[in-house]
C-alpha cells in the first residue's frame, strides 16, 4: 500500500488538511495522537517514561503533559530518549493499523518526518505551510498561549522552506476554499501516479 506522509510546522493547518484528504476517503493516521494513546495505554512506555522523568511523568493514571513538556522544551537530549521509547511503538501501531485499511493509499501525519530523517518511510511527502502570522494566531487561539512560546517553537522547527524543496507535494493553507482545491488536485495526482504502477 501507498504510504503518504502528511507534515508541516505548528499551526500550519495538519489537521485541517488530513480531514479534507478523510472526507474523500482516504484513511488518516495520525501520528501525534495515536502517540498520546500509547503514552497512556501502554505499560511498557509507561515504565520506561516513569524511569526516564520519575513518578511525576504520570498523574492520575494518566501522562502528565504539562510536566513531561517542561522537561522537554529546553533538552533536547531528554527529548531524543522520549522519542526513542514512544517512536518505535508508534511506527509498529501504524503498520498495523495500515493493514486493516482498504483504499489506494493511506495518509501518516507527523510534524517530524525530516527532523527525524525518516523521508524513506514514505512514498509521497506533503507539506502544510502557511504565514507566519497565520501560524502564530491559529496557536495562540488553539492552546491559549503567548506569542513567544509559539516563537519559540516555530524557530526550534525546521523551516518551511527546507522542507518544500524535500517534498512532493506542496499545500498553501491560507483560505480553506484554495486549500481544499489543493487537496483535490494532490489526491488526483497521487491516484494518477498509483495507476501507473
Request: hydrophobic share 40%; aromatic share 8%; net charge positive.
Amino acid at each position: 500500500m501507498i504510504v503518504v506522509g502528511l507534515t508541516g510546522g505548528i499551526g500550519s493547518g495538519k489537521t485541517t488538511v488530513a480531514r479534507m484528504f478523510e472526507d474523500m476517503g482516504v484513511p488518516i493516521y495520525i501520528a501525534d495522537k495515536e502517540a498520546k494513546r500509547l503514552m497512556n495505554t501502554s505499560k511498557v512506555i509507561r515504565r520506561k517514561l516513569i524511569a526516564l522523568f520519575g513518578d511525576d511523568a504520570y498523574l492520575e493514571n494518566q501522562l502528565n503533559r504539562p510536566f513531561i513538556a517542561s522537561k522537554i522544551f529546553n533538552d533536547t537530549n531528554l527529548l531524543n530518549q522520549m522519542n526513542a521509547i514512544v517512536h518505535p511503538k508508534v511506527g509498529k501501531d501504524f503498520i498495523r493499523w495500515m493493514k486493516k485499511q482498504d483504499s489506494k493509499y493511506v495518509i501518516k501525519e507527523a510534524a517530524i518526518i525530516f527532523e527525524h530523517k525518516k523521508e524513506s518511510d514514505y512514498d509521497y511527502i506533503v507539506t502544510v505551510t502557511a504565514s507566519l502570522d497565520d501560524k502564530m494566531t491559529r496557536v495562540m487561539n488553539r492552546d491559549n498561549t503567548t506569542k513567544k512560546k509559539v516563537l519559540d517553537i516555530v524557530n526550534n522547527q525546521m523551516p518551511d522552506e527546507e522542507k518544500i524543496k524535500k517534498s512532493d507535494f506542496v499545500i498553501v493553507n491560507e483560505y480553506l476554499e484554495n486549500t481544499k482545491k489543493q487537496v483535490i488536485a494532490i489526491h488526483r495526482q497521487i491516484l494518477e501516479k498509483i495507476s501507473k504502477f
